[in-house]
C-alpha cells in the first residue's frame, strides 16, 4: 500500500474578498489545504508565520504592508516557503521586483482555474512558474544580477564545497532556465532526483533559493556551456 502524500498547504493573501475567497475555494476543490487567509500585508505576515503555509498565493496590491514586502520578510523567515504572485499587472519592473523579494513564480489573474492549480503545484516542488512571455524577462533580469559583483562562495577556494558531475549538469540547466520537469526528461531521472540534487547543492554552496542558484551558475559562466 502506497503512503498517501500530505496535501500541499496553501494561503491565499489578496485585498479583494470575492477574488479571494474564490480562489481559496477552488485551491481546496483542486485537493490543496487552504490553512489561512489575508486581506493585508500586515495580517498576511502575522498568520502566514503562524500557519506556515507551503505556498503563499500573494497579490502584490496590498493595503498595510506591499506583497513585495510581505514576500521578503516571509521568505527571510522561511527560507523553505514558495511564493507564486498572482497580479494583474505584467509590467515588468512588477515582476522582476517580486522576483527579487524572494518570489518562486509570477502568474496573471486572467489565468484559468486549470492554470493557477498547475502553478501552485509547480511552485509547491520549487518549479518557478511564470506567465507565458515573462520566464525570458526573469532569465535576462538574472544575467544582469550575475553581471554585477556580489558576495558569493568561491567554488575555487581550497577548501570550498565541491559539486558531483551530476549536481553540476543540473545546475547548468537550471541556470539555462530549464523547469526541474524539462532537466529530469534530459537527464533521464526523475523530478525528485533533480529536487534533491538542488537541494544538496543549495546546501553545499550555502544559497538560499533558486534564484541566488541561478545567479552562482551564470557568475561562473555555467549556462554558457
Avoid at 489578496?14 to 487567509?37: I, K, N, Q, Y
Avoid at 484559468?112 to 512571455?133: C, H, I, K, N, Y
Avoid at 532537466?183 to 529536487?195: F, G, K, P
Wanted: glycine share 8%; with cysteine.
Amino acid at each position: 500500500m502506497t503512503e498517501q502524500q500530505a496535501p500541499i498547504r496553501v494561503m491565499v493573501v489578496d485585498d479583494h474578498p470575492m477574488w479571494r475567497d474564490a480562489v481559496a475555494r477552488d485551491l481546496g476543490e483542486s485537493g490543496f489545504e487552504v490553512v489561512a487567509t489575508a486581506g493585508d500585508g500586515e495580517q498576511a505576515v502575522r498568520r502566514a508565520k503562524a500557519a506556515a503555509p507551503d505556498v503563499l498565493v500573494l497579490d502584490l496590491n496590498l493595503p498595510a504592508k506591499p506583497g513585495v514586502l510581505v514576500c521578503k520578510e516571509l521568505v527571510a523567515h522561511n527560507p523553505a516557503l514558495r511564493v507564486l504572485v498572482l497580479s494583474a499587472s505584467g509590467e515588468h519592473a512588477d515582476v522582476l521586483e517580486a522576483v527579487k523579494s524572494g518570489a518562486t513564480g509570477y502568474l496573471l489573474k486572467s489565468a484559468s482555474t486549470a492554470e493557477l492549480v498547475d502553478a501552485v503545484r509547480r511552485t509547491a516542488v520549487g518549479d518557478p512558474v511564470f506567465t507565458p512571455g515573462l520566464a525570458g524577462l526573469v532569465l535576462g533580469e538574472y544575467r544582469r544580477l550575475a553581471s554585477e559583483p556580489a558576495p558569493a562562495p568561491d567554488a575555487d577556494e581550497p577548501g570550498a564545497p565541491r559539486l558531483t558531475d551530476r549536481e553540476t549538469e543540473v545546475l547548468r540547466l537550471v541556470a539555462k532556465g530549464l523547469s526541474y520537469k524539462q532537466i529530469a526528461e534530459r537527464l533521464v531521472i526523475s523530478h525528485r532526483t533533480v529536487q534533491n540534487h538542488v537541494q544538496n547543492t543549495l546546501g553545499k554552496l550555502q544559497l538560499h533559493n533558486r534564484v541566488e542558484l541561478v545567479r552562482y551558475a551564470i557568475e561562473r559562466g555555467l549556462d554558457d556551456e
